[in-house]
């Protein structure tokens, strides 16, 4: 119900914007997320969208959520990748308006991520 797009190589300094299509839900009343995962890593919050946008500490400035309500769309938009940035990406699901805090537990539903790797 949720799938992921659009990673893949880039080199530190690039952009990369990946896509995450939602399908069988009402994807207005959903707040959407962005998460992230390297290797050894436990799961880090990047973003979520709802009433609000909110981001972690780690992508502020550089990254930014938009959502496209007619096509059940959520984007990720990453500038100026790092090295560090290198992980699988996965987009999430929750109705908690709480959820928009990444607060890991309050999604349900989850995309089978896409991998990004920045190169130095």
């Known amino acids: 119900q949720l799938q992921a797009f659009g990673g893949g190589l880039v080199q530190a300094g690039d952009s990369l914007n990946v896509s995450c299509v939602v399908s069988?839900?009402?994807?207005?009343?959903?707040?959407m997320g962005w998460f992230r995962q390297a290797p050894g890593k436990e799961r880090e919050f990047v973003g979520a969208?709802?009433?609000?946008?909110n981001y972690g500490d780690s992508v502020k400035g550089r990254f930014s959520i938009a959502r496209d309500n007619a096509k059940n769309t959520v984007y990720l938009q990453m500038n100026s990748l790092k090295p560090e940035d290198t992980a699988v990406y996965y987009c999430?699901?929750?109705?908690?308006?709480?959820?928009?805090?990444?607060?890991?537990?309050?999604?349900?539903?989850w995309g089978q991520g896409t991998l990004v790797t920045v190169s130095s």
């Open positions: 969208s709802g009433r609000q946008t």
């Open positions: 999430a699901a929750s109705l908690d308006p709480r959820a928009v805090s990444g607060t890991l537990f309050r999604y349900n539903k």
């Open positions: 069988g839900l009402n994807f207005n009343r959903y707040v």
